[in-house]
C-alpha cells in the first residue's frame, strides 16, 4: 500500500482529441487503475493547456473569442475522455484561477530566489512547439518537429537561469537512475544536460493571452512556464502545503518523447529553483506514427494525416471501448515508437481478443451451462494450471509497477493460450457430467477470474462483464488484489450466464 499521483501532459486545445492524445490518456489511466487495484492511494491528472499563441490564433480563425474556444475544445477532451472510460480523478484548465494562483506563487517564489531576470531576447521561434531553436538546433531555419519555417524574434523579457542548475541536474541525474525512463530517453536528457545549458526566455509581452506575471504587469508567462506548473496546481501548491507533500514525492508524469526537454530539464530546474525536489519520475512513451508519420495536427492541415479519419471517439464506435484501450496498451512497448493502422486493430480484436479472450469465455460458459446445469464448479487446489497462473500473476504485477502495459498484458494472455489449450487437451464438452468435467471446468473458470483481474486494468468494461457472466459478484476493479490474485478463490456453485459473443468477429480493413 502507497501513494501514487500520475499526470499526463495537458493537451493544447489549438483543436480536437486525437488517437495521439488518447494513447497517452490510456495508459496513464491503465497505470492508474493498476495502482488502485493493488490498493495504493492514486490521483489521476489530466487536462488542457489553454494558453499561448497558437490557441488565441485558432480561436481567431474560427471567429470566436479565445475564452469561447478554449471552453469548446476543453470540453471535447473531456467528451473523449469519458468515451474512452479514462478514471482521472481531476482535470484541469490552465485558465482557471486555482492555476493562476499557483503558477504566480511559484514564480515568485523563484524570483524572489534570484533565478529570474530581464534582458532582450532575439532568435527562431516556433508558433506551433511554442519553442524557441538556434539556427542550429533548427533544421536550415525549419522547425526540426514541424517543418514549419520557424519566425524570428526579438523582444524584452524576463529569463530564467537555467545555466545555474546544470551541475545540479547532473547530480540528481547520477543520485536518482530512475528518475527518466526508459534508460535510453534518461541518457537522451542527461546528455543534453552535459551539453551545456543556456538561461531561456519565461515571459512575453507580444501577446496578452496568458497568466501575468505579478511584479511586472506587462508581461504574461511564456506558456510552457505556465503549463508545467500544472502538475502542483492539483494537489494544491500555494493553497495547502499538506496536500503538496502527501502527493509530491509519489509524482509520476506520462510524457510524449518530443517534450522530454521541458519536462526533464526545465521543469526540476525550476522546481530547485522555487525550492522544491523535481518529480520523483518521468516515464517517456514514443509516437504513434502513420505510414511513418507522428500523429499532428500540423500534417493533418497539411494533407499528410487525416485526423477526422482517427479520432478516439470515432474509433470507439467502430471498435469498442475496450477493444481500442486493448490495442493503444498491447501494441507498441512504452518508450518505443508505435506503428498505428486500422489493420493492427482488427487483427489484434480477431485474434486476441476474439479467438482467445472471447472463445475461451464462450466454450466454459457453454460447457458450464449444458454438463453442469450452469452452476460454476469450484478449481482444484493441484490444478495443472496453478503453476502457469501464479507464474503469469507475478510477471503481470511486476510488468505494470515497472510501467509496461505491454508486457503485462502479453503474459496475462499466455495464461488465456494456456487455459484453452488445457480444454482442447481435456475437451470437457465431450465429458459426462460428473467429477472429471467438473475439475476441467472449475479450473478454467478460475483462470478466467484471474485474467478478469489480471486484465481489468486495460479492459474494465469487458472485465466487468466476464466477472458477470461467471457469476461474481460487484466488479474486480473492487477487488483487493494480493487477495484476489491468488489461485482457488472462484467460489463454485455460482450461476454462469454464456451470453452473447464478447467480441463479434470484425471483417479485415473494417
Known sequence: MGRFYITTPIYYVNDAPHVGHAYCTVNADAMARWHRLVGDDTKFLTGTDEHGQKVADAAAKNGVSIQEWTDQTSRRFREAWDTLGISNDDFIRTTEPRHYESVQKFLMAIYENGYIYKDVYQGLYCISCEDYFTLESSDDGKCPIHGRLLTEMEEENWFFRLS?????????????????????????????????????????????????????????????????????????????????????????????????????????????????????????????????????????????????????????????????????????????????????????????????????????????????????????????????????????????????????????????GSTNAFLEQNAPWKMEPGRDVDDVLGDALEAIRLVTVLATPAMPGVCEEIWRRIGLGGSPIDEIFERSAVWGRYPGGRDVEKGDPLFPRIKSGA
Open 164 to 416: 545555474a542548475f546544470e551541475d545540479r541536474l547532473l547530480e540528481y541525474y547520477d543520485a536518482h537512475p530512475g528518475f527518466v525512463t526508459p534508460e535510453t530517453k534518461r541518457n537522451e536528457a542527461y546528455s543534453f544536460v552535459k551539453g551545456g545549458l543556456r538561461d531561456i526566455s519565461i515571459t512575453r509581452t507580444s501577446i496578452s493571452w496568458g497568466v501575468p506575471v505579478p511584479w511586472d504587469e506587462q508581461h504574461v508567462f511564456y506558456v510552457w512556464y505556465d503549463a508545467l506548473i500544472n502538475y502542483l496546481t492539483a494537489i494544491g501548491y500555494g493553497r495547502d502545503d499538506d496536500e503538496v507533500g502527501e502527493w509530491w514525492p509519489w509524482s509520476h508524469h506520462l510524457i510524449g518523447k518530443e517534450i522530454i526537454r521541458f519536462h526533464c530539464v526545465w521543469w526540476p530546474a525550476m522546481c530547485m529553483a522555487a525550492g522544491l525536489e523535481p518529480p520523483s519520475h518521468v516515464q517517456v512513451h514514443g509516437w504513434l506514427l502513420v505510414g511513418g508519420q507522428k500523429l499532428s495536427k500540423t500534417m493533418a492541415a497539411e494533407g499528410a494525416v487525416r485526423l477526422s479519419d482517427i479520432s478516439p471517439v470515432v474509433l470507439t464506435n467502430e471498435f469498442g471501448v475496450d477493444p481500442i484501450r486493448y490495442y493503444l496498451l498491447r501494441d507498441t512497448s512504452l518508450g518505443n515508437d508505435g506503428e498505428f493502422s486500422l489493420e493492427g486493430i482488427t487483427h489484434r480484436y480477431n485474434t486476441d481478443l476474439a479467438n482467445n479472450l472471447g472463445n475461451l469465455v464462450a466454450r466454459v460458459t457453454t460447457v458450464v451451462n449444458s454438463k453442469c446445469a450452469g452452476k460454476g464448479p469450484a478449481p482444484r487446489t493441484d490444478s495443472p494450471l496453478r503453476v502457469e497462473a501464479e507464474l503469469v500473476i507475478h510477471e503481470t504485477a511486476a510488468a505494470w509497477n515497472r510501467f509496461a502495459p505491454q508486457s503485462a498484458l502479453e503474459a496475462t494472455w499466455r495464461l488465456i
